[in-house]
């Protein structure tokens, strides 16, 4: 997670990109942005408090997408300007299909807003008791630290994913298929790695779940990918050790 205060930034309002500032955007900085628009009106209308920001200057090897947390709101930070991974993290899809990786992306990290905004960070779900052998204080910080944080990308891939299944159900498939090839080839799809199965973005279990047409139960047109989500992860936190 950066820390935007450190950033030398460009702050956008996005709803919609206000001609000033986009005349100030890259081409890939717009695209990102148009395809993230639907999940960020969407988590504006839960009341989430989101910024967007774009680093104006080179960033290389920066996650090309992250989420901090400053003063109580979510900030989203673009980090696209000489910066190869923001190409290397769509390498092999089509053109055509882009859009909805960045699109799943944001979702990501509208999951990881989420949590923090409801004060849910690093916490497992209301009701959920660990095995004894799995409990605070009895791991190492350093496998306490990997577990939390996996845990985390696992809660935000489900959302990105349960997004995806609603409104692009055609391409869902691809989207799935996408996620695990980026899980299993060391990448973050919306902020870093963990290739082995205990690393702190290895989140394949709960990728595993998320596979099949009955994955999520959208008949209730009133559960929201959070809910959805939250459904899932908490099946995966019963085998993640």
Known sequence: MPNPLLLMSLLIALSPVPAVAAAQLTDL??????????????????????????????????????????????????????????????????????????????AHEIGHCQRYAQGDWHAVPRGFVEPPGRQRGKLTPLAQELRETRREEAYADLVALAWMHERHLGQYPDVLAWMRGVRAGGDGAGGGAGRDAGGSHATQAWLALADGEGAFNVADGAASPFEQAQVLWRKGLSGDK
């Open 29 to 106: 900085e717009s695209r990102w942005l148009q395809a993230g628009q639907p999940v960020i009106a969407f988590a504006r209308a839960q009341g989430l408090p989101i910024d967007i920001i774009v680093q104006p200057q080179d960033a290389p090897g920066a996650v090309p997408l992250a989420l901090g947390y400053e003063g109580g709101r979510c900030k989203l930070v673009l980090s696209l300007r000489g910066n190869a991974q923001a190409d290397s993290v769509l390498q092999g899809v089509p053109a055509a299909r882009q859009g909805l990786m960045m699109e799943a992306m944001m």
